[in-house]
């Protein structure tokens, strides 16, 4: 990728807007008032409890549009205020920005670090908050940031020693409402797939047996709306970072517009504004295959910046873009350093060495899908080469660690298609099943595979039929072995849509399937497209 391509113009701002949704959720009267969000120094918060009651759905009883909004808890003025609210007359207590640290001395040492966050629409918690009832969360948007911190952190935090996800977004997301309804958008948006992919359309969400009768398609693009609402916000000030808060919640919002696929269609709209985030860091370590380690971990949640937050979203928007790059057959599109060292084989731990294997494939794709500009064919020839033997000292060199602790061939003759391997942990996973990708990538672009006719062309496309099925077999074994993660079955989901028409075996085509059945069913990753594309290769191939 050229240094022309990867690096924004200068003083150019990225633009967010809201992308055309099933329903409109903003109807806002043209003499509509808001309270001002571009002060910088005494903009105040006002009391606004006991906040508007009643539902997600109850918008016939709404009185303002305000009153249509999901509730909330730790709300801002842009999220419940009513029109008609007249700050100068209220007279409920309030705080200045300078006057927050004094405000709790009794809280914890940390808590100073947390009024960094600017007081307004875009950032921070009410004046009101207290350590009492009010302060909690309505219960649906708790469910919603429980189940985010349960069952979707885990996805982000793959290869993340530190747990950014699981730890640090959730806290910091009660003060940042562009973090907050970015975890409501995605945890609303699984579940909502998850009922619908288990019980139909008609399905009520549930999470832990409880009901959730609020929570509805609708309810999810409203969430999603309000947080485009505050990236707008911070698109138009001249003066707004593009922070770790915002990385994350694009990369969090990315996670939703791959499973809201079946819906909205393919679209990688938040790809373009972590390309552009990232851009504006100009900082190379981030996919740099010597440096890929990153920082150690923040001393406080609540620090601003957050360095260590914001070099684990890169991790996991690298992750994301490694799926959407291979199915759709393009090239990686963050900026991969160009003078990545894979002679480096140091015995790191395991979330580095897999780290440096993501790095790897990156590069990968870059070199398949791109536009690389080899003068000569032996040129590209030495690039394979470099690259492949990252691969070979792989398996000549792997550490312990990342060798699995029980292996079991694969016995069709007892129905099990795919061999069984166990490892200890997720990071361990993801990275033997991406060492397989790389695999897929030097077999499919070997350079001295190129003639497709002649004596021996049928041999050698025999012979790469089968080193795809046995590859992809392994990632399909990875996955099914170690379910308690969640990523290695979207990464053997990758791998069979890529590979999946080079299986002939009727029996062998059911297991795969069925894996993008499981997949669906429990994890709400959408599969249909892909099962329909297979079954129609699969019946061209055989005359049906």
């Known amino acids: 990728m050229s240094e022309k391509e990867t690096k924004p113009p200068p003083g150019c701002k990225i633009r967010f807007r809201t992308a055309p949704r099933p329903k409109p959720t903003f109807d806002f009267a043209p003499d509509q008032e808001w309270v001002g969000s571009r002060r910088k120094r005494r903009l105040t918060y006002v009391d606004m409890t006991p906040r508007v009651s009643g539902g997600l759905s109850n918008e016939s009883t709404a009185q303002s549009p305000a009153a249509s909004q999901p509730p909330i808890g730790l709300s801002s003025p842009v999220e419940s205020a009513s029109p008609s609210t007249n700050i100068s007359n209220q007279t409920s207590p309030h705080i200045e920005q300078k006057d927050q640290p004094e405000e709790h001395p009794e809280r914890d040492p940390g808590l100073a670090s947390r009024f960094r966050y600017p007081i307004g629409p875009l950032h921070g918690?009410?004046?009101?908050?207290?350590?009492?009832?009010?302060?909690?969360?309505?219960?649906?948007?708790?469910?919603?940031?429980?189940h985010?911190?349960?069952?979707?952190?885990?996805?982000?935090?793959?290869?993340?020693?530190?747990?950014?996800?699981?730890?640090?977004?959730?806290?910091?997301?009660?003060?940042?409402?562009?973090?907050?309804?970015?975890?409501?958008?995605?945890?609303?948006?699984?579940?909502?797939?998850?009922?619908?992919?288990?019980?139909?359309?008609?399905?009520?969400?549930?999470?832990?047996?409880?009901?959730?009768?609020?929570?509805?398609p609708d309810a999810a693009i409203r969430?999603?709306?309000?947080?485009?609402?505050?990236?707008?916000?911070?698109?138009?000030?001249?003066d707004e970072e593009y922070n770790e808060d915002v990385l994350t919640a694009a990369t969090i919002l990315r996670f939703y517009e791959q499973i809201d696929a079946p819906s909205t269609g393919p679209s990688e709209a938040y790809l373009n504004a972590i390309q552009f985030i990232v851009n504006t860091q100009k900082d190379e370590s981030f996919y740099s295959y010597q440096t890929i380690q990153g920082p150690p971990r923040d001393s406080s949640v609540h620090v601003t910046p957050s360095i260590s937050l914001r070099h684990s979203a890169c991790l996991a928007a690298m992750r994301q873009e490694i799926w959407s790059a291979f199915l759709h057959q393009r090239p990686f599109r963050l900026p991969v350093s160009p003078h990545n060292d894979y002679s480096l084989f140091d015995p790191n731990n395991d979330f580095i060495r897999a780290n440096r294997i993501f790095v790897w494939?990156?590069?990968?794709?870059?070199?398949?899908?791109?536009?690389?500009?080899?003068?000569?064919?032996?040129?590209?020839?030495?690039?394979?080469?470099?690259?492949?033997?990252?691969?070979?000292?792989w398996q000549d060199l792997r550490p312990q660690p990342m060798r699995p602790f029980y292996y079991r061939e694969r016995d069709p003759s007892s129905g099990r298609f795919f061999p069984e391997v166990w490892h200890a942990n997720a990071c361990?996973?993801?990275?033997?099943?991406?060492?397989?990708?790389?695999?897929?990538?030097?077999?499919?672009?070997?350079?001295?595979?190129?003639?497709?006719?002649?004596?021996?062309?049928?041999?050698?496309?025999?012979?790469?039929?089968?080193?795809?099925?046995?590859?992809?077999?392994?990632?399909?074994?990875?996955?099914?072995?170690?379910?308690k993660c969640p990523s290695a079955m979207i990464t053997a989901m990758v791998a069979i849509?890529?590979?999946?028409?080079?299986?002939?075996?009727?029996?062998?085509?059911?297991?795969?399937?069925?894996?993008?059945?499981?997949?669906?069913?429990?994890y709400a990753w959408p599969t249909q497209s892909t099962v329909a594309a297979l079954r129609a290769s699969w019946a061209q191939n055989t005359g049906l």
């Open 148 to 216: 985010f911190i349960e069952n979707l952190a885990p996805l982000f935090d793959t290869s993340d020693m530190d747990r950014h996800f699981a730890i640090v977004v959730p806290e910091r997301a009660l003060l940042c409402p562009v973090l907050r309804y970015a975890v409501y958008t995605a945890s609303a948006g699984h579940l909502i797939r998850l009922a619908y992919c288990r019980g139909g359309n008609g399905n009520m969400v549930s999470v832990d047996g409880t009901r959730l009768p609020n929570l509805t």
């Open 428 to 483: 361990q996973v993801a990275g033997a099943q991406h060492v397989e990708l790389g695999k897929i990538l030097l077999a499919v672009s070997d350079p001295t595979r190129t003639s497709r006719l002649g004596i021996g062309a049928m041999s050698r496309n025999n012979a790469l039929a089968e080193e795809l099925r046995s590859i992809t077999r392994r990632l399909c074994g990875l996955a099914l072995s170690n379910q």
């Open 497 to 522: 849509a890529v590979c999946g028409e080079y299986f002939t075996d009727p029996a062998e085509q059911d297991a795969l399937l069925q894996l993008l059945h499981a997949l669906e069913y429990d």
């Open 223 to 238: 969430y999603h709306d309000i947080c485009i609402s505050h990236l707008i916000e911070i698109s138009k000030d001249p």
């Open 125 to 146: 918690w009410s004046d009101t908050y207290s350590d009492s009832s009010s302060s909690y969360l309505e219960f649906q948007d708790a469910c919603l940031m429980r």
């Open 361 to 393: 494939v990156a590069d990968l794709l870059i070199f398949c899908f791109g536009d690389n500009h080899f003068t000569t064919a032996q040129e590209k020839l030495q690039r394979w080469n470099m690259l492949k033997a990252v691969e070979q000292r």
